[in-house]
């Protein structure tokens, strides 16, 4: 352990949590953590289906459809739009 060097490791914990859609479904983000500017951040997520938690890489984490806010609202408009006219 003495050769590890972590200088610059910064964890947020987020309170609120974030909803998030991950590689194994919806879940809310609790940590995220950045090991520096040479490695994607981690984000640490407990999974809605069965409360495991798990850490992501950021290229895997998309933030949910949030309608009151509009975020990765143009992902779902087209299925919401589908919907509503049926």
């Not at 998030?20 to 951040?41: C, K, S």
């Amino acid at each position: 352990m003495s050769n590890l060097k972590l200088k610059n490791v910064m964890i947020l914990q987020l309170n609120p949590t974030i909803l998030v859609e991950t590689p194994l479904g919806r879940g809310h983000a609790i940590f995220v953590i950045d090991y520096g500017m040479h490695q994607n951040t981690c984000w640490v997520v407990a999974l809605e289906k069965d409360g495991v938690v798990k850490h992501f890489d950021c290229n895997d984490i998309l933030i949910s459809t949030n309608f009151t806010y509009h975020l990765n609202f143009e992902r779902n408009t087209e299925f919401y739009q589908k919907v509503a006219t049926e």
